[in-house]
Structure formats: structure tokens, C-alpha cells
């Protein structure tokens, strides 16, 4: 089962980084290059526990629909999505918020999945899928630091 960890130092207090990465805006402003929109759930704002959201984005050329709710929440220490329907067999992402020093906050991806299609999908998977998925996260990381270390008239 492919694992994919990241770690992304922000200059921003804990409680507005653990925000912004639950919330649905941003999450869409990240991923505008693929389309991706919320068109179910939790269409906007902040996302919380027991709520799911549903997206519908263009990846490798295929309009693609995925659900996913939070699972759990620790607020501002971690939260939990988790695919309830989707292309992948299954998806898990993992979100640890912890405060450094200067008021800085350290956020953890912790991004677990298993690719559709048996040995296919594992192939997929060596071959190109999980930089890409990699990559993905690491795009959504940095527009969340934009939006975190900048002004506050500025966060969506």
C-alpha cells in the first residue's frame, strides 16, 4: 500500500493553518489546473468531523468524481479524510498540525492509498501514480502556505 509523507514548515499561528487545510476553498484554489470543484456535501467554508465532500476534477485527461469524509478531528492537532467513493480502491490522508518555535506550525501529510485495478493499479502505481499524487499534495501545500503567511485580507 503506497504511503507518501510530507512535511511543510508554515509561518502561521496552528489554529489558522489547521483551518485553512480543512477548508474547502482553498482545497479548490489549489487545484484549479485540474478543474476540481466541490459539487456535493460540504460545497465551501471549513469542513468538520461527521461531513463529507464531494469533488468532480480532470486527471489524465479523465473527468473523475471522489468522495470523502472526515473521520476524525482533533482540533488543531489533526484531522482524517477518508474516501468513501472514488476511483481509488481505498484513500486515506492524515493531517497533524504541531507548533514550533516563533509561532510557526509544522504540517504533516500522512496520505495512504491502495490503486484500483489489481496488479494493473500497481503497476500504475511504480510507474507514475504516486509522484503524482505526491505531487498534487505538495501544490496543495504551497497554495495553503500562500494563503497562511500572508495578510489576513487576503486568505480566501
Not at 514548515?9 to 476553498?25: G, H, M, T, Y
Not at 489524465?60 to 488543531?76: A, D
Not at 498534487?136 to 504551497?142: D, F, G
Request: hydrophobic share 40%.
Amino acid at each position: 500500500m503506497p504511503r507518501i509523507e510530507l512535511e511543510t514548515e508554515i509561518r502561521a499561528p496552528i489554529e489558522k493553518v489547521f483551518d485553512l487545510a480543512r477548508s474547502i476553498d482553498v482545497h479548490r484554489e489549489s487545484q484549479t489546473k485540474h478543474k476540481e470543484i466541490a459539487v456535493a456535501g460540504r460545497t465551501s467554508g471549513l469542513i468538520g468531523k461527521g461531513e463529507s465532500v464531494t469533488w468532480v476534477a480532470t486527471h489524465f485527461g479523465v473527468r473523475q468524481q471522489l468522495t470523502s469524509c472526515i473521520v476524525s478531528m482533533e482540533r488543531p492537532r489533526h484531522f482524517r479524510d477518508s474516501m468513501l467513493d472514488g476511483a481509488f480502491k481505498r484513500l486515506d490522508h492524515d493531517h497533524f498540525f504541531e507548533t514550533l518555535s516563533g509561532g510557526h506550525t509544522l504540517m504533516k501529510d500522512i496520505f495512504v492509498y491502495t490503486a484500483p485495478l489489481g496488479l494493473l493499479g500497481v503497476f500504475a502505481d511504480v510507474l507514475f501514480l504516486k509522484r503524482y499524487m505526491a505531487r498534487l499534495l505538495v501544490e496543495r501545500n504551497a497554495t495553503l502556505k500562500r494563503f497562511a503567511e500572508a495578510p489576513a485580507s487576503s486568505a480566501p
